[in-house]
C-alpha cells in the first residue's frame, strides 16, 4: 500500500491478510442406524453426509468407521476437513442388535419297550446353532430315567445375548 504522510509518500507493508479459523459444518449427518446381526461382525449401510465450510464450501464428509460392526452400540465419527487443516465433526449412532433365538435341532423321538419303570433312555444329542455365535450346547430339560408313557423333553441352548431357542423330543 503506498500512504501519504508528513514526509511524502511511502510504501507501508501490513502483513498477509489474515482469514479467521473457520470449522466446517457437518449439514446432514446420517440418523441412527439399528439393524439385525448377520454374524460376529455385520456390514451397515451408514448412509452419507455433506459439509460445507465458509471458505472452503462444499467438503467430503467421510466416516472413521465404516464397519462392519460386531453387536452393540458403536458411535462413527464423520469428518470434514478444509483446506486450512481446519475439521468439523458429527456422531452417527450404530445399533447392531442379536434378537433371534438359536435354532435348535433335537435328536429324533425314541420309542422303548418298558419291562420294568423306570427306565434309562438314550436321548441322542441335539444341535443349536446361532448367526453371532455358531455352535452352540443345548441342554435337555430332563436326561430320565422315564416311567411307562410318552415323555416330552425340551432342548434349550442359549446364546450369549441371552436369547433362548428350544425343541421338543418325544
Known sequence: YTV????GTGDIDFGPAVVPATIPTITSAPVAVTVEATGTMTAVVLGTAAAVDLVSGTLSAVPDDPGPFSVGTHTVTWSATDGSGNTGTAGQ?????DTPPPQVTPPPDVAVAV???????ALGNATATDLV??????APSTSGP???????????AVDAHGNVGS???K
Do not use: K, Y
Request: net charge negative.
Open 4 to 7: 501519504p504522510t508528513s514526509r
Open 93 to 97: 449412532q450404530v445399533i447392531v442388535q
Open 115 to 121: 419291562t420294568a419303570a423306570p427306565v434309562a433312555v
Open 133 to 138: 455365535d455358531g455352535t452352540l450346547p443345548a
Open 146 to 156: 422315564f416311567d411307562a408313557g410318552t415323555h416330552t423333553v425340551v432342548w434349550t
Open 167 to 169: 425343541a421338543t423330543q
